[in-house]
């Protein structure tokens, strides 16, 4: 059992760039594989980005393609959400989670981040 805890959340300007991490306790946080999603006031929660267990596959939303990129480190037991160009339509709360290589499922998720992009 894993526990994600994100950070990296804040206030930027609109163009700005954040880091966002995800980090968990225990050893075996390096074999799931682990999503971004988000969630803005009134909306449902969307897909951001995933990456497989060993990082060698990942995929983002066309929404955030060319400008959000997952990437993982295993050693530090973190995965790294880096968004740049941001946008007031990126405001949303911020969440990562952990699951199978081998399923669209996610077992354990962490309680969020806010990212707030001013325009």
């Known amino acids: 059992q894993v526990q994600p805890v994100e950070s990296g959340g804040g206030l930027v300007q609109a163009g700005a760039s954040l880091r966002l991490s995800c980090a968990a306790s225990?050893?075996?946080?390096?074999?799931?594989?682990v999503g971004w999603f988000r969630q803005a006031p009134g909306k449902a929660r969307e897909f951001v980005a995933r990456i497989t267990s060993r990082g060698g596959n990942s995929y983002s939303a066309d929404s955030v393609k060319g400008r959000f990129t997952i990437s993982r480190d295993n050693a530090k037991n973190t995965v790294y959400l880096q968004m740049n160009g941001l946008k007031p339509e990126d405001t949303a709360v911020y969440y990562c989670?952990?699951?199978?290589?081998?399923?669209?499922?996610?077992?354990?998720w962490g309680h969020g981040t806010q990212v707030t992009v001013s325009s």
């Open positions: 225990g050893r075996t946080f390096s074999t799931y594989a």
């Open positions: 989670a952990a699951g199978q290589d081998f399923t669209s499922r996610y077992d354990y």
